[in-house]
């Protein structure tokens, strides 16, 4: 069975600061990977997503994950944040010819401070 | 991307009561889920919705608790039965088709009293 481990529970940062959101997964397959993020009041929404390919992925509201697949990792990163980048970011793995029922990480709750 | 409305987006119960909870998708979608997320926690899949066939559950969860119904591609229902205080939580409806990243509605937020 897969699963997902986010390391950070709770992030503070203060705008402009970069951050990098820890995501491991365990797995032996080939995996899809997924960063779901989920602003206060609203529904989770996909922020990027990896298939195949190049292991540098970008996603909207300048945000990229890198997948290394010798981690087992799929961190998230953004060089500089934004008070509007406060949210709850959710990391998630489907393995690739399975279901499409994806295995969720616990959630890492980011505070951005103006 | 298919657009999900999902209803009641909140509502506080009485004990023991039970609530029904629609989610409904502008286009057909293979796979419906029904997700429950407490507070501090991550997302627990409740049941895979079939499509004009009993949901499929997953461990810890039962279809007397929580009955779903899915009589077609773009719509299903999720009731929580006989509800406790322990039921209060965010309930998701999610759809996926081809192995796609799976698409949230906005999520029913439920307090029991």
């Not at chain 2, 895979?48 to 773009?74: C, H, M, W």
Request: proline share 5%; charged share 15%; with cysteine.
């Amino acid at each position: 069975a897969q699963s997902v481990s986010q390391h950070n529970h709770h992030v503070i940062l203060s705008e402009a600061a970069s951050l990098e959101l820890g995501c491991n997964y365990s797995y032996g397959g080939t995996v899809n990977l997924f960063w779901y993020v989920q602003y206060p009041g609203q529904h989770l929404q996909l922020l990027l997503k990896y298939f195949s390919g190049d292991p540098l992925v970008k996603g909207i509201k300048g945000f990229e994950a890198e997948f290394i697949k010798s981690k087992f990792s799929f961190n998230l990163r953004k060089p500089s944040v934004q008070w509007s980048d406060t949210a709850e970011y959710f990391c998630a793995v489907t393995s690739t010819g399975g279901s499409y029922i994806p295995t969720f990480g616990r959630g890492t709750s980011l505070i951005v401070h103006p | 991307s298919a657009v999900i409305s999902q209803k009641p987006s909140r509502d506080i119960c009485q004990r023991g009561t039970s609530l029904t909870i629609q989610c409904q998708v502008d286009s057909q979608v293979t796979m419906m889920f029904w997700y429950r997320q407490q507070p501090g926690q991550s997302l627990t899949l409740i049941a895979t919705a079939n499509q004009g066939s009993e949901a499929t559950y997953e461990s810890g969860f039962v279809i007397d608790k929580f009955p779903i119904s899915r009589p077609n591609l773009t719509f299903s229902t999720l009731t929580v039965s006989n509800m406790s205080p322990e039921d209060s939580s965010i309930y998701l409806c999610s759809v996926a088709s081809d192995n796609q990243p799976q698409h949230f509605g906005d999520g029913t937020r439920l307090s029991i009293l």
